[in-house]
């Protein structure tokens, strides 16, 4: 009896460690804000407090590459006041740490950098940074709209099926 007590209270101590190790929903918007906030503000610790010591940042397959605080710091400073970012929407599963997001990024112009961010989390940080960019207006709507654009891929340019060829 004695040993299933001590093995229900290890077990206890276990999963309350395991659970400071990990955030909810509400964290990662917060922890995705202060990056969104410290790059905007030239804030670059407060950007940098959201990374793990040693995360890795890319934009593959292979435009981006910075790995641990001190690259990211050299490439966060680099930032000026006319930069902003802003997320329109975040997607996290508390369950493998994971999340994405929809952002703006501008630079004083009238074409702004639009994308989307995968990031997986270790202890509450971001542990590996993903982003795939595309150009765009600034205006995060104009972006989505479907109007009034010549579109580089739609049926009306696309190949014939293959087997219809014969």
Request: with cysteine.
């Given at each position: 009896m004695k040993q299933l007590l001590l093995l229900i209270i290890a077990s206890f101590?276990?999963?309350?460690?395991?659970?400071?190790?990990?955030i909810n929903e509400m964290e990662y918007k917060r922890l995705m804000k202060n990056v969104a906030e410290g790059w905007s503000t030239r804030n670059t610790e407060m950007a940098l407090n959201s990374f793990d010591e040693d995360a890795i940042y890319m934009e593959p397959p292979n435009n981006q590459y910075?790995?641990?605080?001190?690259?990211?710091?050299?490439?966060?400073?680099?930032?000026?006041?006319?930069?902003?970012?802003?997320?329109?929407?975040?997607?996290?599963?508390?369950?493998?740490q994971s999340g994405t997001g929809e952002f703006t990024f501008s630079y004083g112009k009238d074409t702004a950098t639009v994308g989307v961010v995968v990031v997986e989390l270790e202890n509450g940080?971001?542990?590996?940074?993903?982003?795939?960019?595309?150009?765009?207006?600034?205006?995060?709507k104009a972006f989505l709209s479907?109007?009034?654009?010549?579109?580089?891929w739609?049926?009306?340019?696309?190949?014939e099926p293959k087997d219809s060829m014969q």
């Open positions: 101590l276990v999963s309350c460690q395991d659970s400071q190790n990990t910075f790995r641990g605080h001190e690259q990211l710091k050299a490439y966060f400073d680099e930032l000026t006041d006319v930069h902003k970012m802003e997320f329109h929407n975040l997607w996290f599963n508390s369950e493998t940080k971001i542990k590996f940074w993903r982003e795939y960019l595309q150009m765009g207006p600034t205006n995060f479907i109007k009034n654009k010549a579109w580089k739609h049926i009306g340019n696309y190949p």
